[in-house]
């Protein structure tokens, strides 16, 4: 059974990293295990960085896709946000052994605390799954406000091939429902991207801008 933990500041739950609080110790063996690191390493090359980006991850956890940018892009401004104190610790903790500079914020993905047209480039690295329909939604509609005209939107989650037993929030994932869905939310989509995991089957890549941009 997954764990839902509630925010002690807001009347809002959040889903840990690996769905329980006693494994987020465990979380970058399991990010190794599985295989993320090429995923983000060809989540960054889609997001064509350049220096002086101002770059968020909505659901960061420990930091990893950060880091990834940091490393390449030792120019580009990081921003991370989660609702995990627990795993935001990890994520400075690792900052500083790894001499990155990056703001980490506790908050939550519906409701950014950022100013309209603040960021370059947001990822979102398999954390859509953990949302409901009505998060889903409104976590869309504040990346689109807070993303510059010109801006990008980078999102993967986990690719569902068919409707099958499965937890609610991943029936969203169906075909190309995570595709419909931004577009919906005022954003021009890309052809999906496919990327099989070491373990846990494909992950699609969706790559957006904002409309009229």
């Known amino acids: 059974m997954t764990e839902r933990t509630s925010h002690p500041d807001a009347e809002r ?29 060809e989540m960054i090359t889609l997001a064509g960085l350049r220096d002086g980006h101002r ?31 627990k795993a935001l610790a990890r994520a400075r903790r690792k900052a500083r052994r790894a001499g990155l500079d990056m703001r980490l914020d506790r908050g939550f993905a519906q409701a950014l605390p950022y100013p309209d047209d603040s960021f370059d480039r947001v990822f979102s690295s398999l954390m859509l799954h953990h949302l409901d329909s009505a998060s889903k939604d409104a976590l869309l509609a504040e990346v689109r406000r807070v993303l510059r005209p010109d801006g990008l939107l980078v999102l993967a989650d986990a690719v569902v091939d068919g409707p099958g037993r499965m937890r609610e929030p991943l029936r969203d994932n169906v075909g190309d429902a995570v595709a419909r869905r931004i577009a919906a939310a005022g954003f021009t989509v890309e052809p999906t991207r496919t990327m099989p995991l070491r373990i846990g089957g494909t992950v699609g890549i969706e790559v957006a801008r904002p409309e009229n941009s």
């Open 13 to 41: 739950e959040y889903i840990p990293g690996l769905g329980k609080q006693f494994l987020m110790p465990f979380y970058d063996i399991v990010h190794n295990v599985f295989g993320l690191q090429p995923l983000h390493q």
């Open 55 to 85: 770059v968020l991850d909505v659901g960061c956890c420990t930091a990893n896709l950060l880091r990834t940018v940091g490393r390449r892009y030792p120019n580009v401004d990081l921003v991370g946000l989660d609702p995990d104190p």
